[in-house]
């Protein structure tokens, strides 16, 4: 059962464009959203989170957007960066437990 | 500021053998995770800690497994009687304990190889 859905193995998009990826959730108990960013050989670096209470979260060329009615987020980079390419990963935890469910990840390629 | 530290990177073994890993968190950091990650997949929640307390198991954490945190500062993870199926990356991470959420921080892994 996954509770955390990132239906786009992959996406590929233009430097200085923007890229969106997608993540899905079923379990309504989620209260705090994180995206991830993994090269090879690396661990995964902590990019932005989000709480359920808000909608939205900005840092940067990153903005966080969260629709909890569709059970819903969206990690938005602007422009893109060839050293964005990368793969991105979708987390949440809800309340009361500190555990990370992850998603299974979108392998993002930033073209010149 | 060091981040996650874990040791060894790889470690390659036979079937049925022990093997131990070990995670030096971030200094301040009292939370302390690990997760495991097979190819194609997301890290996968094996069992955290808030300082030497072990305050969640996963399922996925057979009797073959043990995590220790003695002083509530390294902690080591030791995987008994391996199987083919333990082949994974083995990751670490740490959070600060305080109001809210927290993120977490990873280490860059132990790459498991069973032969």
């Known amino acids: 059962d996954q509770q955390v859905k990132q239906n786009s193995p992959s996406l590929s998009v233009q430097e200085g464009r923007i890229s969106i990826l997608n993540c899905d959730y079923t379990?309504?108990?989620?209260?705090?959203f994180l995206w991830y960013k993994k090269y090879p050989a690396e661990g995964p670096t902590f990019l932005i989170s989000?709480?359920?209470?808000?909608d939205k979260n900005e840092d940067g060329r990153f903005t966080v957007f969260l629709n909890k009615s569709a059970k819903h987020l969206s990690l938005h980079i602007v422009p893109s960066q060839p050293g964005d390419s990368a793969v991105y990963f979708c987390?949440?935890?809800?309340?009361?437990?500190?555990?990370?469910?992850f998603g299974t990840g979108t392998r993002l390629q930033v073209f010149p | 500021d060091t981040g996650v530290s874990q040791d060894p990177r790889h470690k390659i073994t036979k079937r049925g053998q022990n093997v131990t890993f070990r995670c030096d968190p971030i200094?301040?950091?009292?939370?302390l995770y690990w997760y495991r990650q097979t190819l194609g997949q997301g890290p996968e929640f094996l069992t955290y800690?808030?300082?030497?307390?072990?305050?969640?198991k996963s399922r996925l954490l057979s009797d073959r497994f043990s995590a220790e945190r003695p002083k509530g500062s390294f902690s080591t993870l030791e995987i008994q009687r391996t199987e083919q199926g333990d082949s994974a990356m083995y990751l670490c991470?740490?959070?600060?304990?305080?109001?809210?959420?927290?993120?977490?921080?990873f280490g860059d892994g132990t790459r498991l190889s069973i032969l």
């Open positions: 200094s301040e950091h009292n939370r």
């Open positions: 991470a740490s959070s600060l304990d305080g109001t809210g959420n927290q993120p977490q921080h």
């Open positions: 379990n309504s108990m989620f209260d705090y």
């Open positions: 800690f808030q300082n030497e307390a072990q305050l969640e």
């Open positions: 989000i709480s359920s209470i808000k």
């Open positions: 987390a949440a935890s809800a309340l009361g437990t500190d555990k990370l469910i």
